[in-house]
């Protein structure tokens, strides 16, 4: 089966920019999570959708970040403006519905590399 | 205090060695505890998952969890250059479509 999609994957820009980050997930999956890694560190959540619902978006900066997730199929990430602090790479994940074989994994994107100069 | 504490290392093992990796926490309703590898430039890929404490084995993998201490461990036996990575540690509360709290991940080379 094809794997979770994201683009682009490496995207450079300077402060105060806007800047937005694509998602496909597994075909089927309906949850999708995207997750903030920052150099040296473990990926954090940013928020969670189920279908095209959010379940969780506690820890989204909502003051510049956005997310959506259409139809409830792919989805995007929005930072703006961006700041010096989110040069990360931002990961997309998506999981099977619970109960279902391996309903319990989350499957990664690749991720794209944002630096913020 | 962080919620999972993972030491980053970096760690360089021979070919063959025997490898420990080890992560502890401090929220006690984790049930579900995963190891993920991650190669550079790639996103994470689950390795190994258990529920509750116990061993689990799989090839020349073994994961631990000590939940009285809140300590997790990832053994790799016979290593391989192949298993040269970056490993995480994450757990969860639930079992289920939940989100993960991750460690920082332990950078491991493994030298031919």
């Known amino acids: 089966e094809a794997g979770v999609a994201q683009s682009p994957r490496y995207k450079i820009i300077e402060k105060r920019q806007s800047v937005a980050f694509w998602c496909n997930p597994i075909?089927?999956?309906?949850?999708l999570y995207w997750y903030q890694q920052i150099l040296g560190q473990g990926p954090k959540l940013l928020i969670q959708?189920?279908?095209?619902?959010?379940?969780?978006d506690s820890q989204l900066p909502k003051d510049r970040f956005s997310a959506e997730r259409l139809k409830g199929v792919d989805s995007t990430l929005k930072i703006q403006p961006a700041k010096l602090e989110d040069s990360a790479v931002y990961l997309c994940?998506?999981?099977?519905?619970?109960?279902?074989?391996?309903?319990?994994?989350?499957?990664f994107g690749p991720g794209t590399r944002l630096t913020v100069l | 205090q962080k919620e999972v504490e993972q030491d980053p290392g970096p760690l360089s093992v021979p070919e063959g060695a025997i490898v420990s990796l080890n992560c502890t926490y401090s929220?006690?309703?984790?049930?579900?505890f995963m190891w993920y590898r991650q190669y550079s430039r790639k996103g994470p890929e689950l390795l190994m998952y258990?529920?509750?404490?116990g061993n689990k084995e799989d090839g020349r993998f073994t994961a631990q969890v000590d939940k009285s201490s809140k300590y997790i461990s990832l053994f790799i036996r016979d290593s391989q250059p192949s298993d040269s990575a970056t490993y995480l540690c994450?757990?969860?509360?639930?079992?289920?479509?939940?989100?993960?709290?991750f460690g920082k991940g332990t950078r491991l080379s493994v030298i031919a």
């Open positions: 994940a998506s999981s099977p519905t619970p109960g279902t074989r391996r309903g319990n994994e989350q499957f």
């Open positions: 075909s089927g999956h309906a949850t």
């Open positions: 959708f189920q279908n095209n619902g959010v379940v969780d």
């Open positions: 929220n006690s309703a984790f049930q579900y």
């Open positions: 258990t529920y509750s404490s």
């Open positions: 994450a757990m969860s509360e639930w079992i289920g479509n939940t989100p993960l709290v």
